[in-house]
């Protein structure tokens, strides 16, 4: 399965302060090197130099799975207890708590992302126009 990440949504989350410092920290394992399973998120937190224990980053996998930003992605067997367990993987959506905690950036943020669309989509066809010109004049 191909994962579903974006690299706007992820810098919109880190540089607005948008998730609390265990969920950022969660989430920002799990989207450099994720999926994982939540002791293996605990040992990639740590080997930052974080003290962090197992029992704190499964409610935060919750919060973040319920906010719509992780979602489980499958089973396997964890490489840190050798038990079959839950895969975590980062979404390309912001979280959608945000919306009822502050409307007005809600919306800013809702912009930042269709301005940041509407640029790519021009560049797109920017290119896809330079394609065309080059196969008419051939």
Partial sequence: MP???SREVYELIENNGLLSKRRFQTYRALY?????????IVDC?????VRVQPHSISPRLAELERSGAVAASGVRVCSITGYEVTLWDVTAKLPNKLAIKNPKRKFWIAGQIAFSNEKAAEEQAAKFGQEVIRVIER
Avoid: H, L, S
């Fill in 32 to 40: 450099f090197y994720g999926p994982m399973t939540a002791n293996e």
């Fill in 3 to 5: 994962r579903q990440t």
């Fill in 45 to 49: 937190i740590q080997k930052d130099g």
